[in-house]
């Protein structure tokens, strides 16, 4: 029998206490709250409603109007056995945020335990035989998707994919704290790195991100109109989990939420970020159409109109459509040991989404999981600085005194789409015009070799 080692019982009671009364999390009413915990699963919908409010542009109609052709594509050559799609890998960037506790002890993470949450999307991902991830399912899809730990940094040099970072904050209560200082503060380049941030959220009741396991940022849309406040989502795109539901216990025992220790939170959380809904599309209609527009798009998911929060019997929760209620897929409520299904229609979604959506797209050629940079092409891209940062009407690519010059430099803006591009054959090519770029953030990558180093800028 696993071993399964729960936070304190008190606490546990106390999220029970006040879980049923009303909660407002990013401006929104939170209407799903576990009955028997009172822990919140997931606020990425309300996260994406806030953001829309941000910024008219990202809009859902448009986004799925956008998509759809896209995944009625793939599914098609998945269905047809004419795909030539190959296994996709994701380099992952895992922020441990803490406050000075021992590498092992409360939110600052032991290796292990980030790695064992690797191992877990790995195997939900890719439908693998004999683990947790498997199953049996008709409609059961090995989504083609594999996660691997960044093994270079943003300036080239090496790391294991785990960055600790000490903020000085035990907990993080609140949604400015997080969206404006922990992820902006923290964030590798979104266009080369999967960012994942793992940190103690508040347990009070009355915080705002008070018993949230976590929240994901949906992918946006290409060539959709409007580029301001799309930048400030560049800052913060990827997702952000609990300690307490990050990780299982079957490898790294610890502090864990009662059943939410064996990794699923991220597996849910990580289906967001690649274009996947809840199974019950975020309403309580029962009826779908032919595109599912209804519900979460995937019409091989049988329509629900709510979640559920374990898999102790067989739900219905819309008896006049076909089908139960898909309990076991990672999109629903259930608890981790539940889990254990993506389908095909949910795979064409993400590999849509992985192939055209802007800081989707670009990862998976970034070179973040190959070895780091050489000694020859670390000296060139060591000391590298952009100035002035912000910049008005131009930028200098600093490099150390010196030193050989790169190669080439390419700008991308907030939604990975490259907007400048030069090779480098003098110190005059270093000097950049901002003057015609819209106000927000930008990424400046420079080449030297087979390695680069990304750095961020901001246009005044």
């Not at 992952?92 to 000075?100: D, K, P, T």
């Not at 100035?387 to 803006?413: C, H, M």
């Not at 819209?438 to 961020?456: A, C, H, M, P």
């Amino acid at each position: 029998m696993k071993t399964k080692l729960f936070t304190l019982l008190a606490l546990v009671a106390g999220y029970a206490s006040w879980g049923q009364s009303q909660r407002t999390v990013f401006g929104n009413t939170v209407e799903k709250i576990n009955p028997n915990n009172g822990l919140i699963k997931c606020v990425s919908t309300e996260y994406e409603n806030y953001l829309q409010s941000q910024d008219a542009s990202r809009n859902t109609t448009a986004f799925e109007q956008w998509i759809a052709p896209k995944v009625e594509n793939i599914k098609n050559q998945l269905l047809s056995g004419k795909s030539t799609a190959t296994v996709v890998t994701i380099p992952v960037v895992v922020h441990v945020i803490h406050n000075g506790d021992a590498v092992g002890s409360n939110e600052n993470i032991s290796d292990a335990r980030v790695l064992s949450q690797i191992t877990v999307l790995n195997q939900d991902f890719r439908r693998m035989l004999n683990t947790n991830g498997y199953n049996d399912n008709a409609v059961g899809a090995d989504i083609e998707v594999e996660f691997c730990m960044a093994q270079r940094k943003p300036d080239g040099t090496a790391t294991n994919g785990i960055d600790r970072v000490n903020l000085g904050t035990a907990n993080w209560a609140t949604e400015s704290s997080v969206e404006g200082t922990l992820k902006p503060n923290t964030i590798w380049d979104p266009t080369q790195y999967f960012n994942i941030w793992v940190c103690a959220f508040s347990t009070s009741a009355s915080a705002e991100l008070g018993g949230v396991l976590g929240y994901a940022q949906f992918p946006y849309g290409s060539g959709l109109s409007g580029l301001s406040g799309v930048t400030n989502t560049a800052n913060t795109d990827g997702v952000i989990i609990d300690y307490r539901c990050f990780g299982t216990s079957e490898i790294a025992p610890g502090t864990y939420f009662t059943d939410y220790d064996l990794g699923r939170t991220a597996t849910h959380e990580i289906g967001h970020c690649f274009g996947l809904r809840h199974i019950w599309g975020d309403n309580t209609s029962c009826t779908v159409n032919a595109t599912d527009s209804a519900k979460d798009y995937c019409p091989d998911t049988p329509a629900a109109a709510n979640e559920n929060y374990d898999c102790a019997a067989t739900y219905d929760s819309c008896p006049s459509a076909t089908g139960n209620d898909m309990t076991e897929n990672y999109m629903d409520y259930t608890n981790d040991s539940c889990m254990n299904t993506f389908t095909l229609n949910q795979k064409a979604r993400i590999l849509a989404v992985i192939q055209n959506s802007p800081r989707r797209s670009t990862l998976p050629t970034s070179l973040a999981c190959q070895a780091p940079l050489s000694r020859s092409e670390f000296g060139v891209l060591d000391n590298l600085k952009l100035y002035p940062n912000p910049a008005t009407d131009k930028v200098i690519i600093n490099i150390s005194e010196g030193t050989d010059l790169p190669d080439a430099y390419q700008v991308f803006n907030a939604l990975g789409q490259k907007i400048a591009e030069g090779q480098v054959a003098s110190s005059a090519d270093l000097t950049l015009s901002t003057e015609n770029w819209e106000s927000g953030v930008y990424f400046v990558k420079v080449i030297k070799q087979d390695s680069f180093k990304t750095l961020q800028l901001l246009k005044k």
